[in-house]
């Protein structure tokens, strides 16, 4: 009975979560319910298994994974359905954030979502831990739901070729199990002290009162969650209810189309954006095509740049859309030239010739023109 109850308050929990894995939590229930036990060694197998996944160095970069189910706190569910806990990657990023031997983090993310409830508060604290070093999310191959949540938090949000994100909304579900306790013979008697203590038991059909009480807490939770993807992503709340599906997942392609990530790369290519070199004969090839011949692409760029600015020297103030236009072509993030071009345009609009405005144009300048001509390797 134990693991039955457990898994009434699995149900009536909220969920951010594709449903399909659901299913293998339940499995993972019903199986401990039934009176099944794994051996000390499969338990070791998958602890020790997850060990070796936690936080690890490339360099001055480091790899946060956030794989599998998000529940709140890590215990053995969480180990035998291949996931995770928020407050394990809050320890584990808080760590990162402090080590001042890490210079980049990048979380790479393949989950189909979990509990809603403690994500908040995790995504609130990766959103204001943004500046105090860069931070990515790469998605691979998928964010559903509660790890798309996370991933918009980040600086910037990547998804692999293959990758699919998306699946934004809230639910939970009302077991009634009386006619099956029926007809193995047992009878519930629920004794209690308040009026709505039980409101909304699985001894019972669910009324309609608990029903609101429950679609309310939903609703809550999906106004809170498309709040945290507006702010994340830099965009409307309306953007995000009639652009970002509503539910629905998407392949990477319409991800990028849709302004719900900021490029497509693969994880190694993101390493080696960030200076760790997965594989350094290819990259030396890389590097020797680029020196030898700059694409049309870039030189187009380029020279879109410097237009901008020569316009910007006549004593124009041109729109900073057209400076965020370039930026997006030359693959920058939507945070990133979001804030390159507002700084440009305040700069333009400083009539007191600020100093540190004026620096600020010049470095998104000279980042710019570094992209534009192939180079993306961050400093760090």
């Excluded at 009536?12 to 894995?21: F, H, I, Q, V």
């Excluded at 306790?181 to 409101?199: D, N, Q, R």
Aim: aromatic share 6%; charged share 25%; glycine share 8%.
């Amino acid at each position: 009975m134990r693991y039955m109850n457990i898994i009434m308050a699995c149900a009536a929990e909220p969920w951010a979560l594709e449903k399909g894995k659901l299913v293998s939590v339940a499995q993972f229930l019903k199986f401990k319910a039934a009176g099944g036990q794994y051996s000390a060694e499969e338990v070791a197998r998958v602890t020790q298994k997850r060990a070796r996944e936690v936080t690890k160095a490339e360099g001055s970069v480091a790899v946060l994974p956030i794989n599998g189910v998000i529940g709140e706190r890590m215990n053995l569910l969480d180990d035998i359905s291949g996931g995770t806990s928020s407050e394990l990657i809050g320890k584990q990023l808080s760590s990162l954030l402090n080590d001042t031997s890490v210079k980049a983090i990048i979380a790479r993310i393949n989950s189909p979502g979990g509990v809603a409830r403690s994500i908040q508060e995790l995504g609130d604290d990766i959103y204001n831990a943004r500046g105090i070093k860069p931070m990515v999310a790469v998605v691979d191959t998928c964010a559903a739901s509660a790890a798309y949540w996370l991933a918009t938090q980040f600086d910037e949000v990547i998804v692999t070729p293959s990758g699919q994100a998306g699946s934004i909304g809230v639910y939970t579900i009302h077991e009634d199990i009386s006619e099956m306790l029926a007809k193995e013979g047992i009878k519930e008697t629920l004794i209690y002290s308040g009026e709505y203590k039980v409101m909304g038991n699985s001894f019972e059909p669910l009324g309609d009162e608990a029903k609101t009480k429950m679609q309310q807490n939903v609703d809550e939770l999906a106004a809170a969650f498309v709040r945290a993807v507006a702010r994340g992503r830099n965009v409307s709340l309306s953007e995000v209810n009639d652009r970002f599906g509503q539910g629905m997942m998407f392949n990477a392609d319409e991800l990028l189309e849709r302004g719900m990530v900021d490029t497509i790369a693969t994880f190694a290519d993101t390493l080696e954006r960030f200076g760790v070199q997965t594989n350094p004969a290819l990259s030396r090839a890389k590097a020797g095509a680029q020196a030898s011949a700059v694409p049309d692409d870039a030189k187009n760029l380029s020279g879109r740049l410097e237009d901008w600015a020569r316009r910007v020297n006549a004593g124009e103030i041109p729109p900073p859309s057209e400076l965020e236009a370039i930026l997006r072509d030359a693959g920058a993030s939507k945070t990133k030239r979001t804030l390159i071009a507002s700084r440009a345009l305040a700069s333009l609009r400083s009539e007191s010739g600020d100093d540190e405005a004026e620096a600020a144009l010049a470095d998104a300048f000279a980042e710019l023109r570094q992209r534009a001509m192939g180079f993306t390797i961050p400093k760090l």
